[in-house]
T-cell receptor, first 111, second 115 residues
Framework: GNSVTQMEGPVTLSEEAFLTINCTYT??????LFWYVQYPGEGLQLLLK?????DKGSNKGFEATYRKETTSFHLEKGSVQVSDSAVYFC??????????FGAGTRLTVKP | GAGVSQSPSNKVTEKGKDVELRCDPI?????LYWYRQSLGQGLEFLIY????????KSGLPSDRFSAERTGGSVSTLTIQRTQQEDSAVYLC?????????????FGPGTRLTVL
């Protein structure tokens, strides 16, 4: 079945550091890929998405490119801020409309 | 409403009791999902409703878990004879359509604690 594997955390960075959170997936067909974010005390919210190969999703300085050849959707940001501290979830929606989430990666950014 | 709402926000129950968790999706959203988030774990898919179609129950962990969606809107997740391992945050999400790229909007969750 479909599944998502993402980098284990926690990840601790200093402000303005470069961030990469790895995400790889296993799926049949052509899934859509998502990154969701959960800020402290808040519910999950969509950060960005990509619906086909080579698409790049971007939002709030974060980017992720749908790489079918490596079955990856790594999340990157060039310069993190303290306000980016949150838990990040990589997710996949298959052709059957089921959603699969990764285990989440907790990011802490220190000033 | 403005977003997905869930009730109660917190539920503490004793082992063996039944519990009902409620989800009010965003008005007009045809797809509704239930997930479970255990401490330190990712989101575990439980069940999915799309319009009037038969629900996808493939994620329900046991026959103690069931869910229904009345009138294509409100959904109730029922856990019978609760066990301590059922303790988790139960999240509901809805989306306008069930298409591949459609965003899911999540509720705040119900934190269930089974003593």
């Amino acid at each position: 079945g479909n599944s998502v594997t993402q980098m284990e955390g926690p990840v601790t960075l200093s402000e303005e550091a470069f961030l990469t959170i790895n995400c790889t997936y296993t799926a049949t067909g052509y899934p859509s890929l998502f990154w969701y974010v959960q800020y402290p005390g808040e519910g999950l919210q969509l950060l960005l998405k990509a619906t086909k190969a080579d698409d790049k999703g971007s939002n709030k300085g974060f980017e992720a490119t749908y790489r079918k050849e490596t079955t990856s959707f790594h999340l990157e940001k060039g310069s993190v801020q303290v306000s980016d501290s949150a838990v990040y979830f990589c997710a996949l929606r298959g052709e059957g409309n089921d959603m699969r989430f990764g285990a989440g990666t907790r990011l802490t950014v220190k000033p | 409403g403005a977003g997905v709402s869930q009730s109660p926000s917190n539920k503490v129950t004793e082992k063996g009791k039944d519990v009902e968790l409620r989800c009010d999706p965003i008005s007009g959203h045809t797809a509704l999902y239930w997930y479970r988030q255990s401490l330190g774990q990712g989101l575990e898919f439980l069940i999915y409703f799309q319009g009037n179609s038969a629900p996808d129950k493939s994620g329900l962990p046991s026959d103690r878990f069931s869910a229904e969606r009345t009138g294509g809107s409100v959904s109730t997740l029922t856990i019978q004879r609760t066990q301590q391992e059922d303790s988790a945050v139960y999240l509901c999400a809805s989306s306008l359509l069930a298409g591949l790229g459609n965003e899911q909007f999540f509720g705040p969750g119900t934190r269930l604690t089974v003593l």
